[in-house]
């Protein structure tokens, strides 16, 4: 069960509909594995309609309304959308079946990595794959910038505690840790940085949960 | 979903105005009912999209989610959503696609906005969890009566001028800090805050 939920600021920005694709991405990964954290988009989403009802109106042009008649009637009996059929969740849809096959590059010793930023051609937010071999222990580092993690297989533990399947981590430049694989699955985490507004070095260290 | 919650959710589901509204659209496509969530909703959402900074497409995007009421309605389920919540997601769907398409490059993208943002009820899958969903928007409304305006500015700026934290935090001129402490005040008053729940 998943203990590490993200924090309302960051569900709020979700439910506004303000972060980028990859950052969504993590959230909604949880969201499906989460009701609890669900229910609080949930009221968050209300929050939204609240906040729309309690600011100004606009008025539509006149023939705004005839013109929405025009097209329905225009496009006869579209198919309604495919709630039934049940959807591929957004990671089968970027990754396939088995995140364990796709092409790891091996980085130091017990971690791969795989960078995945070219699936989000319209971010410029770096959006890393990794992997951490069972019992595996990556080596000691801190991180810059935030990074909005999210737990796609297996577990990792460090000082913080044990991070599960689904489980929500953001890490900052103050987070130094150790982290180890636990339990008999390779540990694959999904990685988001967000470029800091300020560039003040080169910026092509890879950047991640398990090694800076 | 057991016969009781039923009993209790039934009485709460009617005080949402437009839910049976479009229950209707969506079951027999009655024109008047959408009509009415029309003169209703669109004028907020062409607002919606002047604040979100899309004021030369704020009609097109008033008709993008009107059209999508209309398909969708039939997948409108009260239990799951109040009306205008459900209005309030795809508008924020269309919001987001406008965008995309309108700094799209020749790159088309593996996922749709709507694998990331779901719209409720899309999922049938998911149980009718908890009253909570009907609960909330009147809940919201009462709580948000009582909280300081700077709350709601900063609020607001969020969800209507489509602003992270950071932004609020240089336009109002007021550390980032600030910014946080005020939405967290607030969410801890409409309870989205996680200790106020039952984990
Ligand atoms: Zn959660």
Redesign the interface.
């Known amino acids: 069960m998943t203990r590490h ?1 993200p ?3 960051s ?8 972060l980028s ?1 990859p950052h ?2 993590c959230i ?1 990964l949880h ?1 499906d594995q989460c ?2 954290c ?3 988009v ?20 006149d023939t ?2 005839e ?3 025009a ?2 009637d225009s496009v006869p009996a ?1 198919a ?2 495919a ?2 059929t ?2 591929l969740s ?1 990671l089968q ?2 990754l396939g079946e088995d995140i364990n096959q796709l092409p790891w590059k091996r980085q130091l010793g017990d971690v791969s990595v795989l960078d995945i930023s070219d ?4 971010q410029n937010e770096r959006v890393v794959l990794q992997k951490l071999v069972a019992g595996g222990k990556a080596p000691a580092h801190t991180h810059r910038g935030n990074e909005t993690t999210i737990v796609l297989q297996g577990a990792f533990a460090d000082q913080k505690g044990v991070f599960n399947q689904w489980d929500f981590v953001v890490l900052n430049e103050q987070d130094e840790h150790k982290p180890v694989a636990v339990g008999c699955e390779d540990c694959i985490t999904l990685s988001v940085l967000s470029a800091p ?1 300020k560039l003040t070095g080169t910026f092509t260290r890879m950047l991640n949960p398990f090694i800076r | 979903m057991t016969t009781l919650e039923q009993q209790k959710a039934k009485p709460e589901g009617r005080k949402d105005p437009w839910g049976p509204l479009l229950e209707k659209v969506g079951k027999t496509q009655d ?1 008047a009912a959408y ?1 009415a969530l ?1 003169e209703h909703f ?7 999209a ?2 979100n900074g899309l004021a030369s497409h ?2 097109e995007l ?2 993008e989610v ?2 999508s009421i ?3 309605s ?2 409108y389920d009260w239990r799951k ?2 009306a ?2 459900w ?3 795809i ?3 269309q ?2 696609d406008m965008l ?1 398409k309108m ?3 020749s ?1 088309e ?3 749709e906005t709507e ?4 719209i ?7 149980p009718v ?2 009253l ?2 009907l609960m ?2 009147r809940r ?2 009462e709580s ?1 009566s009582l909280l300081p305006e700077e709350q709601i500015t900063v ?2 700026k ?3 001028e ?5 932004m609020v935090a240089d336009e109002l001129e007021i550390p980032l800090g600030t910014v ?1 402490s005020r ?2 005040l607030a ?1 801890n008053k ?5 200790q106020d ?1 039952n ?1």
């Open positions: 939920h924090d309302s600021l569900l709020m920005e979700y439910s506004a509909g303000n694709q969504a991405l909604k969201l009701p609890h669900r229910s609080r949930d009221t968050l989403d209300s929050l939204g309609a609240v906040m729309m009802d309690q600011q100004p109106k606009v008025s539509v042009s705004s309304f013109q929405l008649l097209r329905i579209e309604a959308p709630a039934k049940p959807r957004p849809k970027l699936k989000f051609p319209e507004l | 024109r009509h029309f669109a004028p907020q959402i062409k607002y919606y002047i604040s704020a009609e008033v008709q009107f059209i209309w398909r969708r039939c997948l959503a109040a205008s919540t209005i309030f997601t508008a924020r769907n919001r987001i995309r700094k799209r490059s790159a993208m593996a996922i694998d990331l943002w779901q409720p009820g899309d999922n049938e899958d998911e969890t908890s909570h969903r909330s928007e919201i409304r948000l609020i607001a969020v969800y209507m489509h602003k992270s934290h950071q946080k939405v967290r969410l409409l309870k989205v805050i996680l729940q984990v």
